[in-house]
């Protein structure tokens, strides 16, 4: 027998690797829809959406140039004549309001990106395939809070430039930093309800008309005492209004108990309000994905 016909003969013997050995058993296999998977998966699809946020020049815009740029142009229009009118440094209220108003627009961008994903057939394939059902929507709202986190936190350190400071002490300073962090969440939320029964136009209008009623109609923007005494009450107890006043009480001084009470209810109920529309939207618009 020649060389060829044994080197052939041994080869057709000799089994294929894997084709008739058993496949090897998975060690403590876990439920897609257990309570570990879950986090796992929300953790990955936040990573996912702030690699991509990251990339995106105008998702940096308007995570930190658009804000810093705001509360410079606040502070030099409008700064010393808050200061000399109410004997407070303004930027102890325009610092909170300009993080409140990027955690906001800031909502669009991730609602716009969700319909991106639904438009691309991206959320369709994300729910055909073994992935946590609740992780995409989780995951994003938990990028949000990273997102409001950071853009918090630069606005901060350019308010220091403007003699912002923490006096109440780090523990108030770490609190304050949060107020925006849980506002932000409460208002994406309220955001990818509306983005899953609107379309991008639409939405973009109906939260920009939002923002700006809420950004020139608060407590950071003027005193209270400033608007017609038939608004005071509705500017003074407002969303925005009540977060704004939190964050001064813990960086200045002054009340905070009410108005950290008021914003955190203001939260609470616009989740609970909004929360199954987000849910059940958020379910219809991958199961009809593209």
């Known amino acids: 027998m020649s060389t060829v016909e044994t080197t052939l003969e041994t080869r057709l013997e000799k089994p294929v690797i894997g084709q ?9 296999p876990k439920h897609e829809g257990g309570f570990g998977i879950w986090v796992s998966h929300s953790v990955i699809q936040c990573k996912r959406l702030l690699y991509g946020w990251a990339r995106d ?16 142009m606040f502070h030099v229009v409008l700064g010393n004549s ?26 669009v961008v991730s609602a716009l990106g969700f319909k991106v994903e639904k438009a691309t057939g991206l959320l369709g394939r994300f729910w ?14 938990l990028a949000e809070a990273v997102r409001v986190l950071v853009t918090t936190l630069f606005v901060i350190a350019v308010g220091f430039a403007l003699d912002f400071r923490f ?17 932000g969440v409460g208002f994406a939320v309220l955001v990818t309800a509306l983005a899953t029964i609107t379309e991008g136009v639409m939405l973009v209008s109906l939260i920009s008309i939002v923002n700006t009623l809420l950004m020139f109609f608060n407590t950071g923007f003027v005193p209270v005492g400033a608007y017609p005494v038939w608004l005071q009450d509705v500017v003074e107890n407002q969303p925005m209004s009540c977060a704004i006043d939190a964050m001064r009480g813990l960086s200045y001084g002054g009340p905070v108990a009410e108005p950290l009470l008021k ?19 958020y379910r219809r618009a991958a199961q009809n994905s593209n």
């Open 167 to 183: 006096d109440q002490g780090w523990l108030a300073a770490l609190a304050m930093i949060g107020i925006p962090v849980v506002f």
């Open 82 to 107: 808050i200061s000399a009118a109410t004997g407070k440094p303004a930027v102890y209220g325009q610092v909170p309001m300009i993080t409140l108003v990027a955690a906001m627009s800031g909502a």
């Open 20 to 28: 008739w050995d058993p496949l090897p058993e998975v060690e403590n």
């Open 128 to 141: 055909t395939m073994p992935v946590h059902r609740a992780a995409g929507l989780t995951g994003r709202l």
């Open 263 to 281: 914003t955190i209810a203001w939260t609470v109920g616009i989740v609970l309000v909004f929360a199954y529309p987000a849910i059940s939207g």
């Open 57 to 72: 020049p105008a998702t940096t815009i308007q995570t930190l140039i658009y804000p810093a740029l705001t509360l410079l």
